[in-house]
């Protein structure tokens, strides 16, 4: 990869880019504080709908990132700020116990919501459960999605991700969601306002071509691929994203900028 010159700010995917699971990928850590100390603005944005930024910010800090709470974008947080700007009449949720609060100032109602808000819930998904979104968004409801991911990697492997029942949902009823995170053009403006850095100055380091890499360029950020976590290189050679460079992990990152 070749020197990427005039970075003026960075955004940094989370799962597969500085950690697996419990663990630090090797060498991440040492790549945070150094931008840490190159004193190069920076957010770290995620899909991850299981936990709070509160909980994220304790988690990577157990693990030696320097990371506090406002330093994260998460897709709930870009979701409350959709919600607030609609004033939905009531919201059904399909998300986790543990970000369930972050949407506490929103009315809901079980049979007649204007919006239904879908987040990761794993093994809670059930056909019942599906079926109940189904005949919400047939009696009028709106999907809001926090994310339409594929899948992503675990200590196990790859698991399916949230998008397949979002897809299933929009098949089923002809509704289309509304997607809030990557790669969804307002939440990469909304972490590049952030920044307050030009969208071109902006680099955007993720393991995902297609919501990361992808997502980023389409907003005139630029992208890097790591080839941790998600990455699969069979996966990235089939595709027509062209990152603006590949690298092996993000331990390798600040020899470029």
Known sequence: MKTLHGIQGM????????YVGERAIDGAVDTIKAINDRQIPHRYVTNTTTQSKASLSQKLQAMGFPVEPHEILSAPAAAC????QRHPRACYFAVSAAIREEFREFPTSDTGPEVVVIGDI???????????????????????????????????????????????????????????????????????????????????????????????????????????????PEHAAASAIVPDGVIDSIARLTRYL
Request: contains cysteine; charged residues 20%; proline residues 3%.
């Open 81 to 84: 700020v959709y919600l607030r």
């Open 122 to 232: 794993g093994r809670a998904w059930t056909y019942d459960l599906v079926n109940h979104l189904f005949q919400m968004v047939m009696a009028g409801a709106d999907i809001v999605a926090l994310h339409k991911g594929k899948y992503w990697q675990t200590p196990e492997g790859l698991r399916v991700d949230i998008g397949a029942f979002i897809a299933g949902l929009e098949y089923a009823t002809g509704v289309d969601a509304t997607v809030i995170g990557k790669p969804s053009p307002a939440f990469f403006q909304a972490a590049a306002h952030e920044l307050r850095c030009p969208a071109e100055s902006i680099l955007m380091v993720g393991d995902d071509i297609d919501a990361d890499v992808g997502g980023a360029q389409q907003c005139g950020i630029r992208g890097v691929l790591v080839k941790t976590g998600k990455y699969r």
């Open 11 to 18: 955004l940094f995917d989370l799962e597969g880019v500085l």
